[in-house]
């Protein structure tokens, strides 16, 4: 009677009653099999005789952060965001997070999802890398790409940063909340929402916001973030294959302002960071005989996706590369 008691009001045992009990949020879109595990789609708008625009986030970025650029462009043509393996409601693979496995996987899904191509990326940062070896891999599937302040396959050199070193201090900062959501403590106090009502995440509809915050919970998303951090540099060497776009319409997005260096190592400073993406960024429009450069002012790494304004002004650009791409593609039929 007395282990009975115990169990059922020892603190530990609540929590995971509660972790249990929490109401999953389905996924929008369809959960598609892609070779032993499923991947998450969401499409939305019409098709109106567009490429297709397929958007491919961040490390560790679930694809409704992506709500303001996806709602954006639903008027203009159909828009495609996917979670890769262990982020948002895609299981996990097992498999390593390097540009060619995540490729091979995201062709199989848009094959299987029934996506049209040839059609346009909009990717953010680290999918700067994975955009660009898709290409390499699968050149007829894409006519166009948009990169949001992206990440540049030699950028560790140019920084002076070795991820392997900054690896460990990672897994640190994140074994607490990774702990409190095994547990199920994240029920009763869920640090992430500390403060949302002061965040941009607060602009986003309810429905967007209950999503962010059910998939928060999921350990996978931090697992998963680790790997990719982890396999940056043989994802960056794999993009560095990819030395032309040729004459692809091809426009690069970068935040005006440095990201808060709140939580990262002394060494690292943000405004020298922020100088030498930018500078790496207009290396990078030599990519493409048709490339354009925009910055938007007063955005940072993040709140260029997350914060409806930021995000709303990147639309123009998009637009511009998917009506480039469509005339583009009808030159050549």
């Given amino acids: 009677m007395l282990d009975s008691w115990r169990c059922h009001h020892h603190p530990y045992f609540a929590w995971r009653s509660l972790k249990l009990t929490a109401p999953d949020i389905p996924p929008p879109g369809e959960m598609i099999d892609v070779g032993g595990y499923s991947l998450h789609i969401h499409c939305t708008g019409a098709d109106k005789g ?4 397929v958007i491919e986030t961040g490390s560790g970025e679930a694809s ?4 303001w650029i996806q709602a954006g462009l639903e008027g203009t043509t159909r828009v ?3 979670d890769r393996p262990g982020i948002g409601w895609s299981e996990e693979s097992g498999l390593p997070r390097d540009a060619k496995h995540i490729n091979e996987a ?9 996506v049209e191509k ?6 953010h940062s680290i999918a700067g890398l994975y955009n660009r070896d898709y290409i390499e891999r699968y050149p007829g599937d894409v006519s166009g790409l948009v990169l949001l302040d992206p990440s540049h396959p030699r950028q560790g050199e140019a920084m002076g940063i070795d991820n392997a070193k900054f690896l460990p201090g990672l897994e640190a900062q994140l074994k607490p909340l990774r702990l409190l959501i095994a547990t199920g403590y994240v029920e009763l106090f869920n640090p992430l ?9 607060a602009e986003y509809p309810q429905e967007i916001q209950d999503q962010l915050t059910y998939l928060g919970k999921r350990g996978e998303t931090y697992t998963a973030f680790l790997a990719e951090f982890r396999d940056f ?15 692809m319409p091809f426009t690069i997005i970068s ?4 990201q808060s260096g709140e939580g990262w190592p002394e060494e690292i400073n943000p405004e020298r960071i922020t100088r030498i993406l930018k500078d790496l960024h207009t290396e990078m429009e030599t990519l493409s005989t048709n490339s354009k450069r925009a910055t938007i002012p007063g955005a940072d790494h993040m709140s260029l996706i997350i914060e409806r304004k930021y995000a709303e002004a990147t639309l123009p650009h998009i637009r511009d590369v998917i009506l480039q791409a469509a005339a583009r593609s009808q030159k050549n039929d």
């Avoid at 567009?50 to 625009?53: D, F, K, Q």
């Fill in 233 to 247: 540099e043989l994802a960056a060497k794999q993009a560095d294959a990819n030395k032309t776009l040729d004459d």
């Fill in 255 to 258: 935040a005006g302002e440095p």
């Fill in 50 to 53: 567009l490429p297709t625009a």
């Fill in 80 to 82: 495609c965001s996917y």
């Fill in 118 to 123: 040839p059609f346009v990326f909009v990717g």
């Fill in 193 to 201: 929402e500390q403060g949302v009502e002061h965040t941009p995440i």
């Fill in 64 to 67: 409704p952060l992506f709500h």
């Fill in 106 to 114: 995201l062709h199989t899904l848009i094959e299987k999802a029934g």
